[in-house]
């Protein structure tokens, strides 16, 4: 049988798919996933399977346990990032980008270029400011973030913390991996998805000119009765 694991979901989402196809229930999941050990987890990850549950295609045998299929998806990340030569040391700091990358980017080709915003700004210390990583903790519609969550305080809101997120925030795919290990060389400091339908993305390196992109999208915005993005 076969289960595709989509990019860009949590966890919780891959454990109830897992349910789906294997008559457990996401709990009795979620519970087998608790022997990290057992899974191939490597340390660096400290027990938590976020983002490590690499978003695939995967075939199995209709009797599968659940624990066979995290450990594969888990194998299959470690694979992927061995095909990038990512260090042992840096999986969980490469991983955690890749995953704020998978949620921000809508485009292929603005992946890279959203890597190094990131990377840019974690260079001057500057907060990522990022509602993915909001929306992490306090998952609502659409995805813009309102200020009553932004207040919240945890490691994850990148309002109100400078660096990253302490660990993943979904699941990133290949081209999101590579992206964070190979981040394009800019000097942009800010970014937006000006069309909504298209993916357009504008980026910026001061706040002028990134107010001046925002307007664009909120100009779009107004003339397509959408409210459906980002920074």
């Given at each position: 049988m076969k289960i595709t694991i989509p990019e860009g979901k949590a966890v919780d989402a891959y454990f109830q798919a897992i349910a789906?196809?294997?008559?457990y229930t996401a709990d009795e999941v979620a519970?087998?996933?608790?022997?990290?050990?057992?899974?191939?987890?490597?340390?660096?990850?400290?027990?938590?399977?976020?983002?490590w549950l690499f978003?695939?295609?995967?075939t199995f045998n209709p009797d599968v346990e659940p624990a066979e299929m995290l450990s594969t998806m888990v194998s299959t990340t470690i694979k992927m990032l061995d095909k990038y030569d990512v260090a042992e040391e840096d999986r969980e700091r490469i991983l955690t980008i890749a995953s704020l990358v998978e949620k921000e980017a809508k485009k292929d080709e603005d992946r890279p270029m959203i890597a190094g915003v990131i990377m840019n700004r974690l260079d001057i210390d500057m907060m990522l400011q990022f509602d993915s990583t909001v929306k992490y903790i306090a998952p609502s519609e659409g995805v813009w973030t309102s200020e009553e969550d932004r207040l919240i305080d945890s490691p994850y809101n990148t309002y109100m913390y400078t660096g990253l997120p302490p660990t993943p925030i979904a699941a990133p795919g290949e081209a999101s991996i590579e992206a964070a290990v190979n981040p394009a060389?800019?000097?942009?400091?800010?970014?937006?998805?000006?069309?909504?339908?298209?993916?357009?993305?504008?980026y910026a390196t001061n706040l002028e000119?990134?107010?001046?992109?925002?307007e664009i999208l909120n100009q779009w915005?107004?003339?397509?009765?959408?409210?459906?993005?980002?920074e």
């Amino acid at each position: 049988m076969k289960i595709t694991i989509p990019e860009g979901k949590a966890v919780d989402a891959y454990f109830q798919a897992i349910a789906n196809l294997t008559g457990y229930t996401a709990d009795e999941v979620a519970e087998i996933a608790e022997d990290t050990d057992a899974l191939g987890l490597p340390a660096e990850a400290e027990g938590n399977l976020e983002g490590w549950l690499f978003p695939s295609t995967y075939t199995f045998n209709p009797d599968v346990e659940p624990a066979e299929m995290l450990s594969t998806m888990v194998s299959t990340t470690i694979k992927m990032l061995d095909k990038y030569d990512v260090a042992e040391e840096d999986r969980e700091r490469i991983l955690t980008i890749a995953s704020l990358v998978e949620k921000e980017a809508k485009k292929d080709e603005d992946r890279p270029m959203i890597a190094g915003v990131i990377m840019n700004r974690l260079d001057i210390d500057m907060m990522l400011q990022f509602d993915s990583t909001v929306k992490y903790i306090a998952p609502s519609e659409g995805v813009w973030t309102s200020e009553e969550d932004r207040l919240i305080d945890s490691p994850y809101n990148t309002y109100m913390y400078t660096g990253l997120p302490p660990t993943p925030i979904a699941a990133p795919g290949e081209a999101s991996i590579e992206a964070a290990v190979n981040p394009a060389d800019h000097d942009y400091t800010y970014f937006v998805t000006v069309n909504l339908e298209t993916g357009e993305t504008a980026y910026a390196t001061n706040l002028e000119d990134h107010l001046a992109n925002v307007e664009i999208l909120n100009q779009w915005v107004a003339e397509n009765q959408s409210s459906d993005d980002e920074e």
